[in-house]
Each structure stands twice: as structure tokens, then as C-alpha cells.
């Protein structure tokens, strides 16, 4: 009998990750739980897929991902005083595979990646799975930066890593606070990665900046970026990210020895999905925001709960009031057949909080709303006497 015992890789994302293994929900559950928008990927891009298989596109590609892609890339991310040419971008396997590259190409043992937290939970798993040590930082209770404790847990850091519009809170970092990042690790070598998943999820009159304009960001950014959400294309599996050259070739070399090249049908359908016109994401744009509307008038008024401003994403993240560990909460939700992730998940600062994906129709968001109103009202005496103030 062999005995087997995982590499230390593993057990250190192991003892550190509360990332759930996703299954299929169970029968007649409602989910708010996925992150992915409920939308078909438009047509033209389906269409391009087909048509570059019939036509024999079924070779491997560039490894750094077709050149007729990056190029469109390339011009799609230049702006005034900021040109980025074919070997500044790699295309990915989604974001996950360029998030990965990037922090297993610039993340050695010992070195301190600073993570605002509540944040998306790959990116401290992916720092566990380079040997680097996760610096959390914990948001200010608006769920904007706390830019005086940012400010003294970057001294020396090697990486930030943060998302926005921010995945689970679905705040969106201002100008300012982007502005005021930049002036912090002027002068530094501290890298700066700018995951910008939901860029094209915003909802007005919320104004959307990306770290690529702001000056004092865009030498030291890694932009990262996905077609999964804007453009409902999460089975696909295709992402990119932007940056300079020295640190795009290295994380190519670790995505090219973890994945190879990218699926080449993908990447011709990836194009065409930037060619769609802006109706088609407005359209899906303006129906979330619908959504969101009904989900925070319907959350409105059910006892113990705050929810956020959304600004941004698909994501209502809410706090609870009531001193119950959340994957307790999350655990007894499913007992009633609603699927919402813990807040725990997105790092010490989640705890007390769950986030609800709203990219959902609106039988199942009342639906939800229904099993929250009645869990929550009845919160036994045991429990309400823990209440928090
Ligand atoms: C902030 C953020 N970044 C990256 C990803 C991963 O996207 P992809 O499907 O391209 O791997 C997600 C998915 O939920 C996300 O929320």
C-alpha cells in the first residue's frame, strides 16, 4: 500500500482556504450563491466558435494567446499616454489561470502580498500556493480602503492584489482612493495587481475608474481581466492580463507550463465577443440593476440585516447582527434551501456577513428573500441574546 501525503503546496492552500468546492445545487434549492451571470453568451460569439471549428481551428495556438487577439487587446487597453503592444498581454484560462500566473511569477517565500479583505478568496489561496505571506487589511465599515492601515501594511510588500468594483462587496474604489494607492507606493517596487473582472457592471451615477488611468498606477499595474462576466462567458474559460513586458513574459513562462495554450475556437470567439456592441451589455447591465433594486427593497425591513450600497458587480454583500459564525448560518440557510456563500470565505473581516448573487431571476430572488425573512425572524432567544451592538 502506498501512503500518499499531498504536497506542501497544498496543504498550506489547504489549511488556510475557505474557498468551497462548488457542486450542483441541491433539487428545488434556490442559489444566490454562484458567481456568474444567469445571461446566455450572445450569439456572435457562439457563432464564431462553431465556425472556427467547421473551419479547422482546432490546433494548438501561440502560447501567449493568438496574435490577432492580443493586438485587439492591446489597442482596447492604450489610452493617452499609456500604449501597450502584443508582448505586454497573455491570454489565460479565465482570470483564475492569469491571476495565478501573475502571483506565482512575482511571489516568492516570504514575500508580503497585501490584500484589502473582504476580497475575492482566490487571491490569498494563490499567494498560500506561491509561499508568499498574505497581509490582509481590513476595509474601513463603508467597505471603501482604510488607507492609513494600507498604508502602513505596504511598507515593504511585494504585491497588492485587490478587485474592483470589489467581489463580494460590490463597492466600487473611487479615483481617490486609487489616487491616493498610487501616491503610497511611489518610489516602491511594490506591484500592483488590479483585477477589473466586473469593470463593465457598473451602475450610474457610480463612475467607474480603472487603476490603467491613474498615472502613478499604471507602470507597476498588472491589469487582469475576464470575458466571464461582461460578457456571460464563465464555461469558456478565457481571460488576459496586461503589464509590463518583464513581468508578462515571466507569468506566460508559468502559464504556458500549467496550461499550455488556450483553446483556440475560444480565443477567435473571445475576439469576436469584443466586437459586440455596447447594446448587448447594457442590456444585461440594465437588467441587473433591476434586480439589485428588488433584492435590497425586498432585504429592506427583514430583521438583523444590513446590506450594502451596491455599486458595482452582481453581489449584495449583508451583515448580520447576530453573534452566529457564518458557515453556521450558510449551513442552516441550505437546511432551507437557499444557497448564499459565507462571508468568512473573503477573509477575517467577512465573518458576521453573506453575499447573495442577484444574476438570478426574480421568482428565485423573492424566493430567497422569503427563506431570509423567515430564518431571521425567528432567531431563538439563545441566539438574540447574543445580538451584537
Ligand atoms: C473578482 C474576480 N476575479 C476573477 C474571477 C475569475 O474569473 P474567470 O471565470 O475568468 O476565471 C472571478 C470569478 O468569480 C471574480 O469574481
Not at 494567446?65 to 508582448?87: C, T, V
Not at 477589473?196 to 499595474?221: K, Q
Request: hydrophobic letters at 40%.
Amino acid at each position: 500500500m502506498t501512503t500518499f501525503e499531498p504536497s506542501p503546496a497544498v496543504l498550506r492552500v489547504a489549511a488556510t482556504s475557505k474557498r468551497p468546492a462548488m457542486g450542483s445545487a441541491p433539487e428545488n434549492a434556490v442559489s444566490l450563491a454562484m458567481g456568474e451571470p444567469d445571461f446566455d453568451t450572445p450569439t456572435a460569439v457562439i457563432g464564431a466558435a462553431s465556425a472556427a471549428l467547421e473551419a479547422g481551428e482546432t490546433h494548438y495556438a501561440d502560447q501567449n494567446g493568438l496574435p490577432s487577439l492580443r493586438h485587439a487587446l492591446a489597442d482596447k487597453l492604450s489610452r493617452d499616454g499609456l500604449e501597450y503592444n502584443q508582448d505586454q498581454i497573455l491570454v489565460s484560462h479565465g482570470a483564475t489561470a492569469g491571476l495565478a500566473s501573475a502571483i506565482l511569477a512575482t511571489v516568492g517565500p516570504g514575500d508580503r502580498v497585501v490584500i484589502p479583505e473582504p476580497c475575492y478568496s482566490l487571491y490569498a489561496d494563490l499567494v498560500e500556493l506561491a509561499g508568499g505571506t498574505t497581509v490582509f487589511v481590513g476595509l474601513s465599515p463603508d467597505m471603501h480602503w482604510d488607507l492609513p492601515a494600507l498604508r502602513d501594511a505596504l511598507v515593504g510588500a511585494k504585491l497588492m492584489v485587490f478587485s474592483n468594483p470589489c467581489n463580494p462587496t460590490g463597492i466600487v474604489h473611487t479615483r481617490e482612493e486609487l489616487l491616493a494607492l498610487g501616491t503610497m507606493i511611489e518610489g516602491t517596487d511594490t506591484l500592483v495587481i488590479a483585477d477589473e473582472a466586473y469593470d463593465a457592471i457598473v451602475y450610474r451615477p457610480t463612475v467607474f475608474t480603472s487603476a490603467l488611468d491613474v498615472e502613478s498606477l499604471r507602470e507597476r499595474t498588472i491589469y487582469a481581466q475576464t470575458f466571464s462576466k461582461t460578457y456571460a462567458m464563465t464555461g469558456w474559460r478565457v481571460g488576459y492580463i496586461a503589464g509590463p513586458a518583464d513581468v508578462i513574459a515571466a507569468a506566460s513562462r508559468v502559464h504556458r507550463t500549467f496550461n499550455g495554450s488556450v483553446n483556440t475556437a475560444v480565443q477567435l470567439a473571445a475576439h469576436t465577443a469584443l466586437e459586440t456592441g455596447h447594446e448587448v451589455i447594457d442590456g444585461m447591465v440594465a437588467s441587473y440593476r433591476e434586480r439589485r433594486d428588488l433584492l435590497l427593497e425586498l432585504l429592506a425591513g427583514i430583521p438583523h440585516l444590513s446590506p450594502y450600497p451596491v455599486d458595482g458587480t452582481f453581489y449584495s454583500f449583508v451583515r448580520y447582527d447576530l453573534d452566529v459564525p457564518s458557515e453556521q448560518v450558510t449551513a442552516e440557510l441550505r437546511g432551507q434551501g437557499l444557497l448564499v456563500r459565507a462571508g468568512s470565505e473573503y477573509g477575517p473581516s467577512g465573518e458576521g456577513h453573506f453575499r447573495l448573487s442577484f444574476a438570478a431571476d426574480a421568482d428565485s430572488i423573492a424566493r430567497a428573500a422569503t427563506v431570509l425573512r423567515s430564518y431571521f425572524s425567528s432567531v431563538p432567544a439563545n441566539e438574540a441574546s447574543l445580538v451584537r451592538t
